[in-house]
């Protein structure tokens, strides 16, 4: 909890958007995100935690990092970079094992997604008359 609470106290700005809370903004604006999802086994740690925007924790939910950048224009370069860098320098680990631990993440996002299609469908199979939809 100590990690989720040094984060707390980081500046008031979102790491994959950049918005600056604004004065009119509540304290719940901003959420603390775990880079690599928990539901992907990223851990609870320092390293792995970012400030961000409610619309941005919102948006990327357990999306990879990668994912999410694809997806959202805000998200540039160089805020990704200095995503890497933070995670890099929080976890004494080199940028090239941050990024390939972020590359385990978005293919195991990828074969979650591939999985539960073929799971969805063979359901609908098996109950032709009920429709189960896939979000």
């Given at each position: ?11 008031d ?16 604006s ?6 690599i ?19 941005c924790?919102?948006?990327k ?31 004494g ?6 990024y390939e631990l ?6 195991f996002e ?13 359901l ?8 189960i939809y896939?979000?």
């Open positions: 909890m100590e990690d989720a609470y040094d984060v707390y106290f980081t500046e700005t979102c790491s994959y958007c950049g918005k600056e809370r604004g004065p009119d903004d509540g304290l719940r901003f959420h603390i995100d775990h880079i999802p928990m539901i992907q086994g990223g851990p609870n740690s320092r390293w792995n935690l970012v400030k961000v925007c409610a619309s924790n919102s948006s939910g357990s999306a990879s990092l990668f994912d999410f950048r694809s997806r959202t224009e805000a998200f540039t370069e160089e805020r990704f970079d200095l995503v890497i860098a933070g995670m890099t320098e929080r976890s680990s080199s940028a090239e094992y941050i972020l590359s385990q993440s978005h293919e990828a074969a979650y997604q591939r999985e539960r299609t073929k799971m969805v469908a063979l609908n199979l098996s109950r032709p008359n009920t429709a896939v979000s």
